[in-house]
Structure formats: C-alpha cells, structure tokens
C-alpha cells in the first residue's frame, strides 16, 4: 500500500491567483517534497490546484513550462516515484510534462464516459490520450484514471455502476483507478472501494478525504491513498503543510 502526498504548486503565472516568482513557487514546492520524503511517504504528485478557475482539457504554454521546471526540481531532490496532474483534465498537457521531467506517471480525469464537471462538460479521451503517449515515446509513464471523479455531475451516466465504470476504464488501458468522494476533503465510499478492488485487476486507490480516522481501514482495501487536504494546517487544501499531521499518518500507516 503506497502513501502518496499532494504538492499543491502555487498559482502559475497567468492564473488569478498568481503572486510569486517562477523560483519562489518552485521553492515552495521543493519546501514540500522535503516534508513528505523526511516523513517517509511513499510517492508523490504535483498538482496546479490553486490556478482556479481552471480551464477546460488545455492549458497556456506558461503553465506546461511552470509545470516542467517544478516536476524537474522535485524529482531532482526525491528520490521515489513523482506524478503530475494539471487541471482541469489537461491530461495531454501532463503527459508531455512527465516525458520532459523525466515523471512516472499522471492522474487523469475524464479517461472514459462523458461528465459535467465545474468547467462544463468534458468528453473522454482514452484513445486520444493513449496515442499520444505512443506518439511521444512516453508508454512508461503511467496513466492513473478517475472514475466518477469528484466535483462532477454523472446524471448522464446514472444507469453505468461504478463498477461498470472501473471495468471500461481497464479495458481501455488505464493503467490504475481512483475512487473519491465527492469533494476536495472529502472520503469516499469504503463499500465502493472494496467493489472497485474486487471488480478489476489493476491497481486501485483512494482519491480524497484520507484522515486520521479513516486511513487504517481505507489501507487495507486499497493499493494507494492520494493525500493532500488533511496533510495542511488545519486539513485545509490551501494552507501550509503541517509537518505534525504528515507524520501522523505516516506513524499510523507504519504502526
């Protein structure tokens, strides 16, 4: 079972939110990477999360160039497999990261059926997605997939299980699935994740809500938890990491 810790990068340039230099944000996210590996997590993952509003599958070539420089400069100081996942399902976008920075994997959403998600509807994409992994000579980096993913409306496809879901997205070669709840912070189902596990035969993990309540009985169905809220002052994606609480659940996971 891996632990996995979430760099939230901060704001890029272009975005709303954006306020510090190219070398400030990339220090802030090296900052973290060095938390997580003196705690011992397992993997990481670099994620744009506070460019909202997001846009929709592509993004500027400002942000794939920021993106670039922070993936190069954490997997130069950690050791352990680092992935990378640009929102909003910039998925192409964070392949072609992955192959410049040398990453080993991504986290995608919308691999396959349709959803309305907070920037609209976004259509799948496993078989363009695939090809250009093919295209750009990246088939080593992995492709870990949402099903039903968080922040989104499924009403159109209602009448497909999760479970129905979990088998498309194997059969379409994802690589790994993710189950969430249905928010930032919040825990998924530990009923769906065990159907889930049951169902495929390719790695499964947890997307959101892992506290220190729930990570013992959430580790022992799943092949992976992604961690990012509950790792920050207070359990709040947008706040520093709190070194206490990384050491937290990493004790909890060893104990």
């Given at each position: 079972m891996?632990?996995?810790?979430?760099?939230?990068?901060?704001?890029?340039?272009?975005?709303?939110?954006?306020?510090?230099?190219?070398?400030?944000?990339i220090g802030q996210a090296v900052?973290?990477?060095?938390?997580f590996l003196q705690a011992g997590v397992d993997e990481l993952i670099i994620e744009n999360m506070h460019d909202r509003p997001y846009l929709k599958r592509e993004v500027g070539p400002e942000v794939i160039a920021m993106m670039t420089r922070v993936g190069l400069a954490v997997k130069a100081v950690a050791p352990l497999?680092?992935?990378?996942?640009i929102l909003a399902g910039a998925n192409?976008?964070?392949?072609?990261?992955?192959?410049?920075?040398?990453?080993?994997?991504?986290?995608?959403?919308?691999?396959?059926?349709?959803?309305?998600?907070?920037?609209?509807?976004?259509?799948?994409?496993?078989?363009?997605?695939?090809?250009?992994?093919?295209?750009?000579?990246?088939d080593h980096i992995q492709i870990f997939t949402d099903i039903k993913k968080k922040h989104s409306a499924h009403a159109i496809t209602a009448d497909v299980s999760l479970e129905e879901t979990a088998h498309a997205a194997e059969f379409f070669?994802?690589?790994?699935?993710?189950?969430?709840?249905?928010?930032?912070?919040?825990?998924?189902?530990?009923?769906?994740?065990?159907?889930?596990?049951e169902t495929v035969n390719i790695p499964v993990f947890v997307g959101s809500g892992i506290t220190d309540q729930n990570i013992k009985a959430f580790a022992a169905v799943a092949d992976g938890l992604i961690v990012g809220s509950y790792l920050k002052k207070d359990g709040h994606w947008a706040n520093e990491v709190d070194p206490e609480r990384v050491g937290r659940l990493a004790d909890l996971l060893m104990s």
């Open positions: 891996k632990f996995i810790a979430v760099i939230h990068v901060q704001a890029l340039p272009g975005t709303p939110r954006h306020q510090l230099s190219p070398d400030q944000i900052k973290e990477a060095e938390i497999p680092v992935g990378i996942q192409k976008a964070s392949l072609a990261v992955a192959q410049a920075a040398g990453l080993d994997y991504i986290r995608a959403e919308g691999f396959v059926f349709g959803h309305v998600a907070d920037e609209g509807y976004i259509d799948s994409d496993a078989g363009e997605l695939l090809r250009y992994r093919r295209q750009i000579g990246a070669l994802s690589d790994g699935l993710i189950v969430t709840g249905a928010a930032t912070g919040q825990a998924a189902s530990l009923e769906e994740v065990k159907a889930v596990k």
